[in-house]
T-cell receptor, first 112, second 109 residues
Framework: NAGVTQTPKFQVLKTGQSMTLQCAQD?????MYWYRQDPGMGLRLIYY???????DKGEVPNGYNVSRLNKREFSLRLESAAPSQTSVYFC???????????FGPGTRLLVL | EDQVTQSPEALRLQEGESSSLNCSYT??????LFWYRQDPGKGPEFLFT???AGEEKEKERLKATLTKKESFLHITAPKPEDSATYLC??????????FGQGTILTVHP
């Protein structure tokens, strides 16, 4: 089992460029999440998907969109990147909304 | 507004010197208090979930406890490999985790 995988591991963008962060899990989990981690701010929830076919906003959704492609995959899209989106992005999954979340290795994004 | 506060921000210990990390929380409808370990450049690694006041869980040199307002992570006789950032988070019924800022633990040999 690979658990939660994320691609790419590292990305540099220019302001205004777009990109999609990919996340996949092989644990047959129903719920998936996207967080960002910034120094001094802790991990903050961007979007989550309680089950296949549903998505909801978290604490900091502005500037992002998500797609729950199927039960395994949950992508995060930045349509027009801004320097304020420089961060480390983590994907997580859980069996259900109240169950333990397991995290991927992260994507480090730098927006110039 | 849900809030989780961890203290201290950083803790330096000598190998074998036991101590505790604190997590104070105000989370509406708390459905679980989670502890994670995070190594530099890695994702958070799950350690414990505590569901009710008075509950305790142990794993090797770590023991987590929960009261109605706080959780503690006790580290007994730590080793250098216990050095990491320890995160706590309060969970709600719809799956949102509110994280604290973490405690950076350094254990010197």
């Amino acid at each position: 089992n690979a658990g939660v995988t994320q691609t790419p591991k590292f990305q540099v963008l220019k302001t205004g460029q777009s990109m999609t962060l990919q996340c996949a899990q092989d644990m047959n989990h129903n719920s998936m999440y996207w967080y960002r981690q910034d120094p001094g701010m802790g991990l903050r929830l961007i979007y989550y998907s309680a089950s296949e076919g549903t998505t909801d906003k978290g604490e900091v959704p502005n500037g992002y969109n998500v797609s729950r492609l199927n039960k395994r995959e949950f992508s995060l899209r930045l349509e027009s990147a801004a320097p304020s989106q420089t961060s480390v992005y983590f994907c997580a999954s859980s069996g259900g909304p109240q169950e333990t979340q397991y995290f991927g290795p992260g994507t480090r994004l730098l927006v110039l | 507004e849900d809030q989780v506060t961890q203290s201290p921000e950083a803790l330096r210990l000598q190998e074998g010197e036991s101590s505790s990390l604190n997590c104070s929380y105000t989370v509406s409808g708390l459905r679980g208090l989670f502890w994670y370990r995070q190594d530099p450049g890695k994702g958070p690694e799950f350690l414990f979930t505590l569901y009710s006041a008075g509950e305790e869980k142990e794993k090797e040199r770590l023991k987590a406890t929960l009261t109605k307002k706080e959780s503690f992570l006790h580290i007994t006789a730590p080793k250098p490999e216990d050095s990491a950032t320890y995160l706590c988070a309060g969970g709600t019924s719809y799956g949102k985790l509110t994280f604290g800022q973490g405690t950076i633990l350094t254990v010197h040999p």
